[in-house]
């Protein structure tokens, strides 16, 4: 027999709603401003009473989402401003496994690093329950040394592959060779502070920090293709500010987009893979430089006109031109942003897949497509995977202020 709601309830659930709406309204306003905001800012801005705004904000400071500001001296008559600002007590634990590397980092919801650890490591073919462990205890370590005033929300680990982001599960990674790997079954989630734990693919974590420049505030750019560049390729395409993961958070997997089908066999198991020609390793191959190889010995190789490294280069350029085409073809996305290896080289590249985008992409006559760069973080997947936990909260506010 079904149960009827007790007198109310359905009005109370409504309130709670229109409670939770509120707070995000108020929340987003002061984080998405530029500049510090006070209360009479933000009731203009979102057409909230003052006094709704004044109690919202009061909330919002006292679960430590807000900060205030030493108020202003208005000139003339009238009270003072309070400016408000992004609390600096609440942050995110951001973890990222990738083939070179492991990282740890604490990021604040104004976009701070706290505090951080990465540890250069040769992962490729690692164990997963190993590596895992031994990004537990990186966690664990950071954990100890920070402010005990922090409080922290969440946290994110970024990995480079296909990610069932429900379920938590690494369905595979060809690049460390990972495959079916159940991620809280392995990692000691009370090296975490048993923080609950968001999984997701690094490139679709790094793309979220060219979508917002800190937690909350949009960067300059809302449609575009984000491109890894590790020691494979991964990719995420950004549309409205928003990652669009797909159904199951598998999309963007731009790395494994057939170049050429009779081109040199991937670990993924296809052939003539774009990572095959722009992955990190294969632009260093090609060269003829050893796999540790720093880009930047590429870079000068090529200003200096050794032949393979120039071979290497337009070989990268070119897959990079005729998968990302294909790309923005099917999006109507004009822009492609560069990260990781290939924003090292970007300056060289740039040219060149430019000129290829230009050819290829149907709309390039009314809309030129362009190539820009990420800015410079060595562990974007973790910084993103930090953003993603803040953004959660800025989402539903009312689930931290009530806690
Ligand atoms: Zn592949």
Redesign the pocket.
């Given at each position: 027999m079904a149960r009827t709601p007790p007198p109310g309830a359905a009005a109370a659930a409504r309130q709670a709603t229109i409670r939770d709406t509120n707070l995000r309204l108020v929340l987003s306003t002061v984080l998405g401003s530029a500049e510090p905001v006070s209360r009479a800012g933000v009731a203009g801005a979102t057409a909230l009473t003052r006094s709704t705004v004044s109690r919202l904000t009061d909330e919002l400071v006292g679960a430590g989402l807000v900060d205030e500001l030493e108020p202003l001296r208005a000139p003339g008559r009238g009270r003072p401003g309070t400016p408000l600002v992004a609390g600096r007590g609440v942050a995110a634990l951001g973890l990222q496994v990738n083939p070179g590397f492991s990282a740890a980092r604490v990021v604040d919801l104004q976009g701070r690093i706290v505090e951080e650890h990465l540890v250069t490591e040769d992962l490729v073919g690692s164990d997963p329950g190993e590596a895992l462990r031994r990004i537990g205890e990186l966690a664990r370590r950071l954990r100890r040394g920070l402010p005990p005033t922090l409080r922290l929300v969440g946290a994110g680990l970024a990995l480079p592959g296909v990610v069932s982001v429900e379920d938590a599960v690494l369905l595979s990674a060809?690049n460390l060779g990972w495959s079916e790997v159940d991620v809280p079954a392995l990692l000691d989630l009370r090296a975490l502070g048993n923080l609950p734990l968001r999984v997701a693919n690094e490139a679709d974590l790094a793309a979220r920090t060219v979508a917002e420049v800190v937690p909350g505030r949009s960067g300059p750019l809302s449609d575009f293709v984000y491109v890894s560049g590790e020691v494979?390729i991964g990719g995420a395409a950004v549309i409205g500010g928003r990652v669009f993961a797909g159904r199951h958070g598998w999309a963007g997997e731009i790395?494994?987009v057939?170049v050429d089908p009779r081109g040199p066999a991937?670990?993924?198991?296809?052939?003539g893979?774009?990572?095959?020609y722009a992955g990190r390793r294969a632009m260093l191959r090609t060269a003829g430089l050893p796999a540790g190889a720093p880009m930047a010995l590429l870079a000068q190789r090529v200003r200096s006109g050794d032949a393979a490294a120039r071979t290497s280069l337009d070989a990268a350029a070119r897959a990079l031109g005729v998968a990302l085409s294909s790309v923005l073809n099917v999006l109507d996305i004009s822009t492609v942003v560069l990260g990781g290896h290939l924003a090292e080289t970007a300056e060289l590249i740039r040219p060149s897949l430019e000129q290829h985008l230009h050819e290829r992409v149907i709309s390039a006559l009314w809309l030129r497509p362009a190539v820009e760069v990420a800015g410079q973080d060595d562990a974007p997947g973790a910084t993103g995977a930090a953003f993603a936990v803040l953004d959660a909260v800025i989402d539903h506010p009312a689930g931290w202020v009530d806690r």
């Open positions: 060809p494979g790395g494994h057939a991937c670990p993924c198991g296809s052939t893979c774009l990572e095959q």
